[in-house]
């Protein structure tokens, strides 16, 4: 028996995208900005773009958003075409960098703002910005200015103003760029357990892989106006379909089609990570099928607190990272300083094929 799907069935709902962008691309003048890119994304996923500074990440937003036209493609929001549609007609909203609060006013007229646009009554308007403002656990500065708030705390306020508007799509770009390293960590969980429980689907745009990777169900490395993989931070770490997105994702070793037949006798790039490798100050006795053994000089031991990552020359050309913890157990090895001489192991299996034509 076959099952016909209708738009009202629960099933097919499932299957319609929040969002599906098509062909898209734009360019500025001849600047190619955005040069064909397609994404599907899920109602309630937690998407991330990650790219270099200049790969098209704000202008792929900026079209979702409305406040760019695309040369060439397609924005469906919920299954409808969009792409013509004036920015206050899509059902999103955008948190950016600067926040772009409006000074004059307080904490709660800031929230309110959107609503008093779109005439909602007053005694609605206030209740949905102290709803508004509790998510975001800002409810003791309802009166302040932005002027008299942190920079967490203004970014909190941003993240009101959206929310309040009730946006099944919230368009982040770079929201946390402004603050320290350490609430940024912090923001970083508070924004991923708002969105759990809130259910909305969350567009975020950065350039920080390991922000990208904390916070995403999915993210999408960019590349001069292009996408090169689409997963999972897993997947995304474990398994980098090129060069550019395992050197981008994480510290990785790259060996070129040269190095991979030396090493592997096998062809093609391969990315291997610095984790994956033992340093060994000694040959080791046997070396078991599978394992890959080299030999060379530390020519550099770089202490990062948690890790150590030391760079080995190989004595056959090239050097790799290598990372070990910090444990207390970690014994200190002659191999580990520099100038000393370094027998490095690894699994074959680690080695993961890259397409190395970017
Ligand atoms: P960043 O992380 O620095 O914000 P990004 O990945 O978001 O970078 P975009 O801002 O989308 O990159 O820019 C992509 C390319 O398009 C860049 O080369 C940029 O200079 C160019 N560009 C963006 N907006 C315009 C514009 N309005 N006019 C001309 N060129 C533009």
């Known amino acids: 028996m076959t099952t016909t799907l209708t738009s009202e069935d629960p099933a097919a709902t499932a299957l319609t995208p929040a969002i599906s962008l098509r062909g898209l691309r734009k360019s500025f003048g001849d600047v190619h900005a955005v040069d064909g890119v397609d994404i599907d994304i899920a109602p309630g996923e937690f998407f991330s773009m990650l790219g270099p500074s200049g790969s098209g990440k704000t202008t792929v937003l900026r079209m979702i958003a409305g406040f760019e036209l695309p040369t060439a493609g397609e924005i469906r929001l919920d299954g409808a075409d969009v792409?013509?549609?004036?920015?206050?007609s899509r059902d999103v909203n955008t948190v950016f960098q600067d926040y772009a609060l409006f000074p004059h006013m307080t904490v709660l007229q800031n929230i309110e703002y959107g609503l008093r646009v779109k005439r909602v009554p007053r005694a609605e308007r206030r209740t949905r910005a102290l709803d508004a403002l509790a998510r975001v656990q800002l409810e003791a500065m309802a009166q302040r200015k932005p002027s008299q708030l942190s920079g967490g705390q203004r970014q909190r306020v941003a993240l009101a103003r959206a929310l309040v508007n009730r946006p099944k799509v919230l368009l982040l770009d770079e929201p946390l760029g402004a603050l320290d390293l350490k609430?940024?960590?912090?923001?970083q969980v508070e924004l991923k357990q708002l969105q759990r429980d809130l259910g909305i689907t969350f567009i975020f745009v950065t350039h920080d892989q390991e922000e990208a990777l904390t916070m995403s169900d999915r993210i999408a490395v960019f590349n001069r106006g292009r996408i090169e993989q689409v997963a999972s931070p897993q997947e995304l770490y474990e398994q980098p379909a090129t060069a550019f997105v395992a050197g981008f994702v994480g510290t990785t070793n790259l060996l070129g089609a040269e190095a991979s037949l030396q090493l592997l006798g096998s062809q093609g790039a391969h990315a291997l990570r610095p984790e994956h490798i033992q340093l060994h100050d000694a040959e080791p006795d046997v070396v078991?099928?599978?394992v890959i053994h080299a030999r060379g000089t530390v020519s550099e031991v770089i202490y990062l607190g948690a890790a150590t990552?030391?760079?080995?020359d190989l004595d056959q050309g090239g050097s790799l990272i290598v990372q070990r913890q910090n444990d207390s157990s970690a014994q200190p090895e002659r191999a580990?300083?520099?100038?000393?001489?370094?027998?490095?192991?690894?699994?074959?299996?680690?080695c993961?094929?890259?397409d190395a034509a970017v």
Not at 338 to 344: D, I, K, Q, S, W
Request: net charge positive.
């Open 83 to 88: 792409t013509r549609e004036a920015p206050f």
């Open 183 to 187: 609430l940024r960590r912090e923001m």
């Open 288 to 290: 078991a099928a599978g």
């Open 309 to 312: 990552h030391t760079i080995v």
């Open 336 to 350: 580990g300083q520099r100038g000393g001489t370094a027998h490095l192991t690894w699994q074959r299996t680690h």
């Open 352 to 354: 993961v094929p890259v």
